[in-house]
């Protein structure tokens, strides 16, 4: 693991003087190794890719870990809290193929 702060840089993935430590931010370079790394595909707009590369993985390790994501397999999949991660778990689960259920304190966002 390279961190992100104070850090050596590892794995010879890191821009700029490997002999220096790693300052933080990732606008310039990224702190993993290029193996670790996905290139975002031609005609995605940038702004939509953030989303799906944070809530989308926190949502959809758990949908992987329970057999959500194996082809064939419905399953009625039930998402506490609709705010960003539970959002992005309704849009996976039910992209998946699955029955969802909303599962919030308020009827607000019915």
């Given amino acids: 693991m390279t961190g992100t702060y104070n850090a050596p840089k590892l794995h010879g993935g890191v ?7 790693t300052w933080g931010g990732y606008s ?4 993993v190794h290029e193996y670790y790394c996905h290139q975002i595909p031609e005609g995605i ?6 989303p799906i590369l944070c809530a989308g ?7 992987r870990h329970w057999g959500a994501t194996k082809p064939g397999v419905e399953m009625v999949i ?6 960003g991660l539970g959002t992005m ?16 304190q308020s009827m607000k966002k019915e």
């Avoid at 707009?45 to 953030?50: D, G, L, R, S, T």
């Avoid at 993985?57 to 949908?63: D, G, S, W």
């Avoid at 039930?78 to 705010?83: L, S």
């Fill in 89 to 104: 778990g309704i849009k996976i689960a039910k992209a998946l193929g699955h029955k969802v259920v909303a599962i919030s």
């Fill in 78 to 83: 039930g998402v506490a809290g609709i705010g």
């Fill in 28 to 31: 310039a370079s990224h702190t």
């Fill in 45 to 50: 707009p940038i702004e939509k890719v953030a």
């Fill in 57 to 63: 993985i926190t949502m959809y390790e758990p949908l």
């Fill in 15 to 21: 821009a700029g003087n490997q002999e220096s430590k």
